[in-house]
């Protein structure tokens, strides 16, 4: 078996090693059934176990009340830019956003084509997006029919340290693409959860959605049926055919979630990474931190070095020394650290290793 390295892709990130193995295993035969798990029919009894099991295990996570439905769809989660305001948006009505980057943006952006009236409640572009806003820079409308927020600003490195309030009887909708069950979420503050799977719960193909059952039915009956929330929740997520693998590497995320201690052990594990790279970074005189300290996320963590010169040494040694996928995000510059839920703390340790070897290796470089 080759060896492989510290990934620290932003998306499609790393996954679990022993999710790995049990797919690999699963994609030639699954369960025993003599037939591969993508092979399978979604109306039959083994799929039909892996959804459940998906599902299960996703709501024992967070212990989601039963008035929320799971459902597990297309579309990546920019589909749900659109349909959020498709299902959850009267024509007379105003949603507020929360501008937090560039996923805000494009959610807001989907918004408008829908001839959507759009509030910007708080934004942070005028620091490009350094920070999380305060309660007391958010500024509601009259009656929002929903509060949009992106919980983790994957290109930016800023992340909610706890929900904003929110008008009484107002959902809150949250895009949790980019770190879902990297910490505990407390479901009944929300009307809605989203999240694209591919940075902490599995494949890229499959969305996760978590909706209180009042907003299941809020959208009207003349949308297109497939972007109509009823259809999947009243069909379990199986009107059509579902993106069988992606649920089932799912499963079996949320599974390997529970068997390292839930979600609390995870925020843990999570933020002690985190910390090992945030504090190696304010203690150096020779890289910077982008995201202002109290916003910092523990999922994606920002970071400059003098110039862009050095950025680019920086980013094509580490790749040589088999640390992948540092270079920022174009909009952002300098480097990200994708440090989700399955990246291990050892890749972390690794990488401020080679971060303190850089720095001495080019300090006098940054000074001439
Ligand atoms: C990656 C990302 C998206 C886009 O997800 P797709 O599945 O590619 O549509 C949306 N929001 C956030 C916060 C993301 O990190």
């Not at 305001?85 to 949603?95: D, Y």
């Not at 994957?154 to 929900?163: A, L």
């Not at 970071?303 to 920086?314: G, H």
Request: glycine fraction near 8%; proline fraction near 6%; include cysteine.
């Amino acid at each position: 078996m080759s060896k492989r390295i510290f990934n620290f892709s932003a998306g499609p990130a790393v996954l679990p090693e022993p999710v790995l193995r049990k797919a690999q295993e699963a994609i030639w035969d699954a369960d025993g059934s003599g037939i591969g798990i993508m092979e399978h029919s979604h109306r039959g009894k083994v799929f039909d176990r892996v959804r459940d099991e998906a599902e299960q295990a996703c709501r024992d996570l967070a212990a989601i009340p039963d008035d929320y439905r799971v459902l597990f769809l297309q579309g990546g989660a920019s589909l749900q830019f659109s349909m959020v305001p498709m299902n959850l948006l009267p024509a007379e009505g105003t949603a507020d956003y929360l501008l937090t980057g560039v996923w805000a943006q494009k959610a807001v952006k989907e918004a408008k084509i829908l001839g959507a009236k759009v509030h910007i409640a708080a934004s942070g572009e005028s620091t490009n997006f350094d920070r999380i806003p305060g309660a007391a820079e958010i500024g509601y409308s009259e009656r929002p029919a929903y509060v949009h927020l992106t919980t983790n600003n994957t290109i930016y490195g800023t992340q909610w340290r706890s929900e904003p309030s929110v008008p009484a009887g107002v959902p809150l909708v949250a895009d949790t693409s980019s770190d879902m069950y990297s910490r505990p979420i407390d479901v009944p503050r929300y009307g809605l959860i989203y999240a694209g799977a591919q940075k902490n719960l599995g494949p890229s193909g499959v969305v996760l959605v978590i909706i209180r059952h009042d907003l299941v039915e809020a959208g009207p009956k003349t949308l297109p049926t497939m972007l109509q929330y009823r259809t999947h929740a009243a069909e379990q997520s199986l009107y059509n055919t579902p993106p069988t693998f992606g649920v089932y590497v799912m499963g079996e995320v949320f599974k390997w979630i529970q068997a390292q201690g839930g979600l609390a052990a995870m925020a843990e594990h999570n933020e002690s990474k985190a910390r090992l790279l945030y504090d190696f970074i304010d203690q150096s005189d020779f890289f910077r931190g982008t995201a202002q300290p109290g916003s910092r996320s523990f999922m994606n963590v920002c970071f400059r070095a003098p110039t862009e010169e050095l950025e680019n040494k920086f980013v094509s040694e580490a790749t040589r020394r088999g640390l992948d996928g540092l270079k920022g995000h174009r909009n952002a510059g300098g480097m990200r650290a994708s440090i989700y839920n399955a990246c291990p703390r050892e890749a972390v340790e690794t990488l401020v290793e080679f971060m303190k070897e850089f720095e001495r290796a080019n300090r006098a470089a940054a000074r001439a």
